[in-house]
């Protein structure tokens, strides 16, 4: 049976925002999608980037996988490449102007990959996934030289910086970034505090985008 917490969330939705944002639908319908902004998240079901960014239908092309990662380009046809099918799609045929992989605090995949937890071993799906951030946790090096909560931190921010590497591996991106029509940009959102830290690209420092929030620092942002 279909769940009712969605025949009741459809029909709060026919009623209010539907209804509301009629016509930005059916001129989404007629004339297509536009959207200049393309977001790879976490499946995460707490981080959602149009929630967080209070986005309208139609403004955001977003790509959700575990941990929200971006594996470097790869022409083996024998595999799927789901993620890199959408962003071909984002930077060939919508042109979107901004790509921003979007981490987040307390990530199961992140937790999966520092753990080595069972079933995530390296035969399984989630495994074989998490083991695309091995680069960057080597290049942060043992984990035992940091606090727990901190190395999880760092381990989050540091595969938001190898998915941005790995974006500019794609020859399409590559070339939309030289020319000046795409930029990429990273972004870290903490579940619990909803403060969002974003990167800086010359010093790839993560800051938080918000003064409203003087008191709130996950751990060093830095
Ligand atoms: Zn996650």
Redesign the pocket.
């Known amino acids: 049976m279909f769940p009712k917490r969605l025949f009741d969330g459809y029909n709060t939705f026919l009623d209010g925002r539907f209804s509301s944002e009629r016509s930005r639908y059916e001129a989404l319908a007629e004339s297509g999608q536009r959207p200049e902004i393309m977001v790879i998240s976490?499946v995460?079901s707490r981080v959602s980037p149009e929630v967080i960014f209070d986005a309208s239908p139609g403004e955001l092309l977003v790509v959700r996988n575990v941990?929200?990662l971006v594996p470097a380009y790869d022409t083996d046809r024998h595999s799927q490449h789901g993620t890199s099918a959408a962003l071909e799609f984002g930077v060939q045929a919508l042109k979107v102007k901004h790509i921003v992989v979007l981490g987040?605090e307390t990530?199961?995949?992140i937790r999966a990959f520092a753990d080595e937890r069972k079933p995530l071993s390296a035969s399984d799906f989630i495994g074989h996934w998490m083991s695309q951030i091995a680069p960057a946790a080597n290049n942060l090096g043992p984990s035992e030289t940091f606090d727990r909560t901190d190395y999880l931190y760092q381990l989050e921010l540091a595969s938001v910086d190898l998915s941005l590497n790995n974006l500019m591996t794609f020859p399409f991106i590559a070339k939309a970034v030289a020319q000046g029509t795409t930029a990429l940009h990273g972004a870290y959102f903490s579940i619990g505090s909803g403060l969002l830290l974003v990167r800086d690209p010359d010093t790839g420092t993560f800051a938080p985008a918000t003064t409203k929030m003087p008191n709130i620092s996950p751990f060093q942002c830095s």
């Open positions: 976490c995460d941990a929200n987040h990530c199961g995949g």
